[in-house]
DNA sequence: GTGAAAGCGCTAACAT
DNA sequence: ATGTTAGCGCTTTCAC
């Protein structure tokens, strides 16, 4: 079924079919009417390479997922986010086009996206300082949002993050108020952006209460389990070992976790554990979990707001950039709180 | 810079420019280095909604992604599966096209990608038993390859599916050859074809050793952290607990880790556990994973398969169902081994 | 409020 | 081996 056909039922021009379904004004009511009936009836859809063609815009944005040619991994992170981006685009009849790309042929994607016109604007994930992507697109003219921050705070594009930084803090601040004194972080490396922050949270909910931070509690590398099982490891040794960790990431958790348990030690017992679960939002569904603090911020709602921003930016035609700071939902689980400061 | 202007710079009509660089055997070999030295010097590619129109051919595949209305989360299984796809799409100048919907309007969706004629095929993910989308897929003449195989063995479309069943036999078999008689099942719902091949699987190897199966060792729930925790729990409580764990899910085992440790016991010691890891391949990364058996199929290599088959499917214009049963990979844990049947 | 016709950028059938 | 032309299905002027 094509707008010709459609029309030709109908008894009316392609013209007079083709302004009532996109709603515009001068149609009457009743005959607008009576066209969309005809077409859900007939099920008809417009043609997208057609109507992309005519109007010059494709209705679609796309999300370029770069896989390191070094690590066969998937940033779990994307799965999330890309369902939340998703909804919005099917809410606003736009479609989604992934581009899976080795890293090392990101940029290429990006002009080719561009050179075809096969979208109307993109979703940049995971920022690096001084992003090479940012000025690409720019020089492309093809509107973007960054899901994350560059490193530098005063940059002029959008960009929707979580804030990091209070999150970890408040994390940290929870403990402190058990009792806790030495307390470790368990977080990523430094080169990303967000572990930088987190990082500076804790650090700053140490200062309040005039407590030094100690290099052998703070651990920045790979976030695997294999570092997170060592790093505990390693600390429980000490003469001074901690009596509550701070995670940064659910998969380094699975380390620190067995760690403890080799350690015959119990987390909500004899120690105190908050894991940071952005990476793996969906562990939320298992019930209760009632070992651990969770300081997550919805992965899927940054995808929401990215997405909305982009498609507002690009129906507004304005490239002035919007930020968004999203606060992090903190959840206490039930025995981290009896938890007590130990020494 | 589009087909017009540039065969304007190379004092060419633009059918010959378009015949040169879609590898037209006419075009003489001069011509084409040097119309596709001249497009890729000015960044020309094809506007794709112009080649869609006047091609009939999208050069799209289409992925729906059903987001249960209950559960807030999505299936990890797909980001790795995504991200092999998309190689090959990549690979195969083809584009992917995201839909995320309600798992109630999924019909719509495909009926919605049909009429506007915006891919050339569709991947089908999680299929159920009796599953509808299959019929509809047909009657919408719109080519699909399912990852995963509804209930019925003998059903005449094409499918990429691990053998599950035989990745959980050989599992078992490890487990009594390490000596264990008592080796419990935790696994999910078994509406789900996976799960009920993976019991079907568990279930020979025992009785190829005249070994009955246990109620009371077999669970089949929910994949959460908290199923594990509770199964395991309880199952330790028996008079006769079990000496080993057949884990189906990575999540399900973070909370058999958890119960085993609150036990005092310790995995790869006291007690064995083999986790199948099918849906976090990506933990893979982390360095050595000493402590459990992972039998691990790759997901990315079937999203790889998956989609090549359906590609082939397209380009031969039949519609001769293909399958393919991928062998799972069984990595065995450097401290699983040691353990022995304690009773 | 409705219709006729041009044109979006490309490919493909039909010349030559 | 290259060029001319029609047309893919839609939107959008322009005319009524």
Same mark, same amino acid.
């Given at each position: 079924m094509n707008l010709k056909e459609l029309s030709h039922i109908l008894g009316l021009s392609q013209t007079t079919v083709s302004r009532a379904l996109n709603n515009?004004?001068?149609?009457?009511e009743a005959t607008r009417k009576r066209v969309k009936e005809a077409a859900s009836h007939h099920n008809y859809s417009a043609n997208t390479w057609a109507k992309g063609l005519a109007t010059g815009r494709s209705m679609a944005i796309g999300h370029v997922i770069p896989i390191s040619t070094q690590h066969e991994i998937v940033n779990p992170v994307f799965a999330d986010f890309i369902a939340g981006a998703g909804e919005v685009y099917a809410r606003n009849d736009h479609d989604m086009l992934l581009s899976v790309v080795a890293d090392i042929d990101e940029e290429s994607a990006y002009r080719s996206l561009a050179a075809k016109a096969s979208v109307d604007g993109v979703i940049i994930h995971g920022p690096r300082a001084n992003d090479t992507r940012i000025k690409l697109l720019r020089e492309l003219n093809l509107p973007f949002v960054v899901h994350g921050r560059a490193?530098?705070?005063?940059?002029d594009y959008s960009w929707v993050d979580v804030n990091n930084r209070r999150s970890f803090q408040r994390a940290t601040e929870y403990l402190l108020d058990l009792g806790h004194i030495r307390i470790a972080l368990i977080n $990523?490396?430094?080169?990303m952006d967000f572990a930088r922050r987190r990082k500076d949270g804790y650090l700053a909910a140490l200062a309040d209460r005039n407590i030094a931070g100690h290099s052998e509690l703070l651990v920045s590398d790979e976030m695997t389990e294999d570092i997170g099982y060592r790093s505990v490891q390693k600390m429980l040794r000490l @003469?001074?070992?901690? @009596?509550a960790f701070l995670v940064s990431s659910m998969i380094t958790a699975i380390g620190v976790r067995r760690a403890i348990g080799d350690a015959g030690l119990k987390m909500g017992r004899d120690i105190s554990v908050i894991i940071h679960d952005d990476e793996l939002s969906y562990l939320r569904n298992g019930g209760d979990i009632p070992i651990f603090t969770a300081a997550r911020s919805s992965v899927r709602e940054a995808g929401r707001i990215c997405a909305q921003m982009l498609l507002d930016n690009i129906a507004q035609n304005d490239q002035e950039p919007r930020h968004r700071l999203l606060e992090a939902e903190i959840t206490i689980g039930?025995?981290? $709180?009896?938890v007590r400061h130990r020494s």
């Amino acid at each position: 079924m094509n707008l010709k056909e459609l029309s030709h039922i109908l008894g009316l021009s392609q013209t007079t079919v083709s302004r009532a379904l996109n709603n515009y004004p001068e149609v009457s009511e009743a005959t607008r009417k009576r066209v969309k009936e005809a077409a859900s009836h007939h099920n008809y859809s417009a043609n997208t390479w057609a109507k992309g063609l005519a109007t010059g815009r494709s209705m679609a944005i796309g999300h370029v997922i770069p896989i390191s040619t070094q690590h066969e991994i998937v940033n779990p992170v994307f799965a999330d986010f890309i369902a939340g981006a998703g909804e919005v685009y099917a809410r606003n009849d736009h479609d989604m086009l992934l581009s899976v790309v080795a890293d090392i042929d990101e940029e290429s994607a990006y002009r080719s996206l561009a050179a075809k016109a096969s979208v109307d604007g993109v979703i940049i994930h995971g920022p690096r300082a001084n992003d090479t992507r940012i000025k690409l697109l720019r020089e492309l003219n093809l509107p973007f949002v960054v899901h994350g921050r560059a490193s530098d705070e005063h940059s002029d594009y959008s960009w929707v993050d979580v804030n990091n930084r209070r999150s970890f803090q408040r994390a940290t601040e929870y403990l402190l108020d058990l009792g806790h004194i030495r307390i470790a972080l368990i977080n $990523g490396l430094e080169s990303m952006d967000f572990a930088r922050r987190r990082k500076d949270g804790y650090l700053a909910a140490l200062a309040d209460r005039n407590i030094a931070g100690h290099s052998e509690l703070l651990v920045s590398d790979e976030m695997t389990e294999d570092i997170g099982y060592r790093s505990v490891q390693k600390m429980l040794r000490l @003469t001074q070992p901690p @009596t509550a960790f701070l995670v940064s990431s659910m998969i380094t958790a699975i380390g620190v976790r067995r760690a403890i348990g080799d350690a015959g030690l119990k987390m909500g017992r004899d120690i105190s554990v908050i894991i940071h679960d952005d990476e793996l939002s969906y562990l939320r569904n298992g019930g209760d979990i009632p070992i651990f603090t969770a300081a997550r911020s919805s992965v899927r709602e940054a995808g929401r707001i990215c997405a909305q921003m982009l498609l507002d930016n690009i129906a507004q035609n304005d490239q002035e950039p919007r930020h968004r700071l999203l606060e992090a939902e903190i959840t206490i689980g039930e025995s981290t $709180g009896p938890v007590r400061h130990r020494s």
